[in-house]
């Protein structure tokens, strides 16, 4: 795989990932101050959950990694099996 491939791809994938860990643990605010929304999460943890998401991602980046190179297909050649 190349390197730029792999970047993207990891990229990609991380904020896939971050989209589905930031809702994790979210709290509202009971009483919020004037201004702010109700909605707002008391406690956001957004340190924690960006080490969550590389975690996450770099064991499924890990995976697809693996299967691309044992197997031989490139992006390309996956693209060109299942496109309309």
Known sequence: ???VTAI????IIW???LFT???WGVRRTEKPEEGHDQGAPARPMLARKLLITTGI?????GV??????KSGLS???L??????
């Open 21 to 23: 860990v930031l809702p």
């Open 79 to 84: 693209v060109d099996r299942f496109a309309l």
């Open 64 to 69: 697809f990694y693996l299967v691309v190179e």
């Open 15 to 17: 904020w896939l990932t």
């Open 1 to 3: 795989m190349n390197p």
């Open 8 to 11: 993207v791809v990891f990229i």
């Open 57 to 61: 991602t770099l064991l499924v980046f």
């Open 75 to 77: 992006l390309r050649e």
